[in-house]
T-cell receptor, first 111, second 114 residues
Framework: DQQVKQNSPSLSVQEGRISILNCDYT??????FLWYKKYPAEGPTFLIS?????DKNEDGRFTVFLNKSAKHLSLHIVPSQPGDSAVYFC??????????FGAGTTVTVRA | GAVVSQHPSWVICKSGTSVKIECRSL??????MFWYRQFPKQSLMLMAT?????????EQGVEKDKFLINHASLTLSTLTVTSAHPEDSSFYIC??????????FGPGTRLLVL
């Protein structure tokens, strides 16, 4: 049972524009959410996270928004750069540190 | 940042053989490591939690006799795929991290069973 869902398998955006990646979850016990970036043949690298006590967290070009009532979070990348082309995974965690991942969204930034 | 390595990065083996994959935390100690597998275009699925000095805990549906995990030290965990079959072909990734907020992932091991 997929508890974390990324319904858009791919996203294409022009360089300089905003990339918006979406993620939905079903388990109300999740209280910590993370975004990972992954290049081919590499492991995911941590990008940004947010606790359920917040609704927004910002780090440079990356901002994560959390809507607990909708069980939805999003990642905004502004401005998008060619180096941002990768697969982005949304992950969620409850008290036990285990991560549940979404299926990923492949982002392609066009020059 | 913290570095996690995996060895080998890829392996091809014949059906019926066993394959060992190593996961090392290079610059920090990890009492807990996690093993995931990923099929093409699918999410990373947690297989098991490896605890230093004790038995691993496996997720539902993962055969513990098939996927043997040993966490012999604070910097090394191994996953052995026993009697591998073609359906075990996958991308196996480990992670390590004592913090809830982040886990540091290895580069992964691609296993192909012929």
């Amino acid at each position: 049972d997929q508890q974390v869902k990324q319904n858009s398998p791919s996203l294409s955006v022009q360089e300089g524009r905003i990339s918006i990646l979406n993620c939905d979850y079903t388990n109300s016990m999740f209280d910590y959410f993370l975004w990972y970036k992954k290049y081919p043949a590499e492991g995911p690298t941590f990008l940004i996270s947010i606790s359920s006590i917040k609704d927004k967290n910002e780090d440079g070009r990356f901002t994560v928004f959390l809507n607990k009532s909708a069980k939805h979070l999003s990642l905004h990348i502004v401005p998008s750069q060619p180096g941002d082309s990768a697969v982005y995974f949304c992950a969620a965690s409850a008290y036990d540190y285990k991560l549940s991942f979404g299926a990923g969204t492949t982002v392609t930034v066009r020059a | 940042g913290a570095v996690v390595s995996q060895h080998p990065s890829w392996v091809i083996c014949k059906s019926g053989t066993s394959v060992k994959i190593e996961c090392r935390s290079l610059d920090f100690q990890a009492t807990t490591m996690f093993w995931y597998r990923q099929f093409p275009k699918q999410s990373l699925m947690l297989m098991a939690t490896s605890n230093e000095g004790s038995k691993a805990t496996y997720e539902q549906g993962v055969e513990k006799d098939k996927f043997l995990i040993n966490h012999a030290s604070l910097t090394l965990s191994t996953l052995t795929v026993t009697s591998a079959h073609p359906e075990d072909s996958s991308f196996y990734i480990c992670s390590a991290g004592g913090q809830r907020e982040t886990q540091y992932f290895g580069p992964g091991t691609r296993l192909l069973v012929l």
